[in-house]
């Protein structure tokens, strides 16, 4: 009987350990992270108002996305589960909050909070496969401001793609060599594909020790069969192609550079015969210590077609000839406190080609300044 005991209580600790093993194993693959931001902005010439006397609120700030609200205003609460296994993984990426609500505006018409949801696969050392929805690989920016340095963001960024749904091939030639290849749902559209269209996508990257250089290209036909009274003949085929570069040119001087072209045709019955935009923009950081980066984005942005970015209304007849341009310049702080806090300080003047926006009288003017203090906290 003795030795029975012994055998079973031999046994039941192998089986307690083995299991413990394996939940410690479980847990490890799993991560945990996120990000919380608020902030206060007010303008400097213009009203600061959310609408005006008639609901035109769009004018009383920048038109790039986010960081728009006037006095003390909630940015989002970001939460991201991801479990990397040896070959396979998945990310659950969710967003709260307006800025996550601006970010996913376009997942099919409703209050959707996933930002990112993939699965993926390491087929070899140098192919990956990834199906689900995911942030777009074009532009400098992106949705997160733990990423950005600049917590308001550029026009370039708000007017190309957010995400995408689809599947994705990641390649890793060598070190430095990188390519991406993607056939997707229309931009932006999250959930299922309502419109009956594709759109492809590629990348080709460069990456070193000092930084990296990406060429990215989108193409596809972005509304398909979907029509109804207020368009009746569908849009033609989008095309953008987007550069993004970023080096540390010292130990404490880091310079970036962003360039994007976007176009679509239009049916025969528009006033146009395309629509879109193009800019440019420079992205200048230098740490002056441990805890106080200073950087600048100078921006020119250019719309055709009356794209609709400066004029906010998206009236064609705002414009003679459908074009304008504005250039924004924005200087921005990041004060790090504790390692995970940063407060980021950011006073910005954009100046239209139009009178877009409203000064203090409600008048229109051709140019908005505005302050920005924002804060963001990473775990």
Partial sequence: MRKITLLLGLFCSTMLFAQEDQENTWFSKLQFSGSVDAYYRANINSINKFSDPDGNGLYMAPGSSFANRPGFALGMVNTIL????EKVGAVA????????????????????????LYMYWNVSESVTLTVGNWNTFLGYEVISPVANFNYSTSYMFSYGPF???????????????????????????????????????????????????????????????????????????????DLTTGYDLTDSFYLGFNTTY????LPNESDYDKVGFYGFALYAQLALSNTFKLGVRPEYFSEFGAFGAIDQIGNPDFYDDGDANVFAVTLSGNVTIGGDLTLIPELRLDTASEDAFFDRDLESQKSLGSFVLAAVYSF
Avoid: C
Avoid at 166 to 189: C, E, H, P, R, Y
């Fill in 82 to 85: 991801s479990y990397e296994g």
């Fill in 93 to 116: 990426d969710l967003v709260f909050g307006s800025r996550g609500v601006d970010a996913v505006f376009n997942s099919t018409g409703n209050s959707s909070i996933v930002n990112q």
């Fill in 163 to 241: 995400s995408h749904t689809g599947l994705k091939a990641d390649f890793a030639f060598d070190d430095n060599w990188s390519a991406i290849l993607a056939v997707m749902n229309a931009t932006d559209f999250t959930e299922f594909n309502p419109n009956g269209s594709y759109s492809f996508g590629g990348q080709l990257g460069y990456t070193s020790g000092a930084g990296s250089t990406f060429l990215n290209v989108l193409v596809g036909d972005q509304d398909g069969d979907y029509e109804d009274q207020n368009q009746p003949e569908n849009n033609g085929t989008l095309f953008q192609i």
């Fill in 262 to 265: 976007n176009t679509t045709s």
